[in-house]
Every structure is written in structure tokens, then in C-alpha cells.
């Protein structure tokens, strides 16, 4: 177990529509970051924050947001889905956002868009 | 820019077999570099890591050494049992941002 929790584990949803995933970092980490995994693609970096502000961005459709709460906690939202945004999404967290630092990934979140 | 490549899978070996799975890399400055293993139907688990040149990550019978001059972090293991069966991704911290760039990851079958 490596500390962090994501939830749901699965999300059933339909084209068009919007979800949010929900990720909890370990305790006392401030950086999260959000990884999509899938087929064809592999596993690509979304966005990083830390503290609350956005570090950095990958990949990440103009369709996709997320934010970093004064908690820690961070929320991925997801919307006008489309098929192909059909994967396992992951979040990890770390202590900082030091080079080189460890991050540790929770379980993921599989959203099936039908 | 970055990027990691690393051996086409699936790899199948018997019990007791001796295990190597190439990855290479490709980063502007000295990245941290990690193997992540993925067991069926669970997050990414940190195997090992390496935060500069020549030194050697080892872990659970593991192991990977930073080879600067190859760019290389090739993942060993002398003797793999059935429970090793996963998908094992190689995968650089990009020095300006900390992202993780994974490559596409290897799946590994032991079979008794």
C-alpha cells in the first residue's frame, strides 16, 4: 500500500459527459501528479501541482482540468468524454518537487466511456 | 526531447531463469531513473532507482546500474520466480519539471 487513495476505482460513463476523479496523496506529501494510462499511448504525464499551484502540464486536453486543494487533495475533472479518454488514470505524490524524488502512484481510477 | 525506450515484450522465461530487460534513454542534463512494476490489476510500485551515473539500484534481487555513457538502466535479476510475473516500466524524472517519462513498459511471464 503506498499510501495514496484514489477514488472511484471504476467509472462507468457515456460520451458527452463529465466525471471527476478524486486522489488523496500520502500523508505529509505536497506534490501530486496525474498520469493517464492507456493502450495506445502508454502512461503519459497530465499535470503536476504542488501546494496547491500548477507546476507543470503534459498532455492534457483543453477538456481536462484539475486543482489542488488547501487539504492536499486533488481533483481531476473530465468532461465532454469521449471514447478514446476511455484508461486507467493514475495519481502519484511526493514529498516536494525536488528532482529526482520518488513518486509513490496510488491504485488508479478506470473510466470505461461508452 | 526526452524519452525512454525500452525492450519489446512479452518476455516469457521458465523458473530459476535469468532475467535482463534493456531500457534506454534519451534526456538533456543527468535525470533520476527508476523501474516501476505493475502487478495485474494494481497501481505502479517503485522496484528501484538511481540518481546519477554509475550508481546501482537494487531491490527484492533487482537490479539496475546507471551507465552514463551508454544511457542505459538495464533491469537484472539472477533467478525469477512466478510471483515476478507483471509488467515492469523503465522511466526518467526530467530534470526542469520531475515528470515522469515511462517507457512502454515489458511483461514478464514466469511459468513453473
Known amino acids: 500500500d503506498s499510501g495514496v487513495t484514489q477514488t472511484p476505482k471504476h467509472l462507468i460513463t457515456a460520451t458527452g459527459q463529465r466525471v471527476t476523479l478524486r486522489c488523496s496523496p500520502r500523508?505529509?506529501?505536497?506534490?501530486v501528479y496525474w498520469y493517464q494510462q492507456s493502450l495506445d499511448q502508454g502512461l503519459q504525464f497530465l499535470i503536476h501541482y504542488y501546494n496547491g499551484e500548477e507546476r507543470a502540464k503534459g498532455n492534457i486536453l483543453e477538456r481536462f482540468s484539475a486543482q489542488q486543494f488547501p487539504d492536499l487533495h486533488s481533483e481531476l475533472n473530465l468532461s465532454s468524454l469521449e471514447l478514446g479518454d476511455s484508461a486507467l488514470y493514475f495519481c502519484?505524490?511526493?514529498?516536494?518537487?525536488?528532482?529526482?524524488?520518488?513518486?509513490?502512484f496510488g491504485p488508479g481510477t478506470r473510466l470505461l466511456v461508452l | 526531447g526526452n524519452s525512454v525506450t525500452q525492450m519489446e515484450g512479452p518476455v516469457t522465461l521458465s523458473e530459476e531463469a535469468f532475467l535482463t530487460i534493456n531500457c534506454t534513454y534519451t534526456a538533456t542534463g543527468y535525470p533520476s531513473l527508476f523501474w516501476y512494476v505493475q502487478y495485474p490489476g494494481e497501481g505502479l510500485q517503485l522496484l528501484l532507482k538511481a540518481t546519477k551515473a554509475d550508481d546501482k539500484g537494487s531491490n527484492k534481487g533487482f537490479e539496475a546500474t546507471y551507465r552514463k555513457e551508454t544511457t542505459s538502466f538495464h533491469l537484472e535479476k539472477g533467478s525469477v520466480q512466478v510471483s515476478d510475473s507483471a509488467v515492469y516500466f523503465c522511466a526518467l524524472s526530467e530534470v526542469n519539471t520531475g515528470k515522469l517519462i515511462f517507457g512502454q513498459g515489458t511483461t514478464l511471464q514466469v511459468k513453473p
Open positions: 502519484a505524490s511526493s514529498l516536494q518537487r525536488e528532482r529526482g524524488e520518488t513518486q509513490y
Open positions: 500523508s505529509g506529501d505536497l506534490s
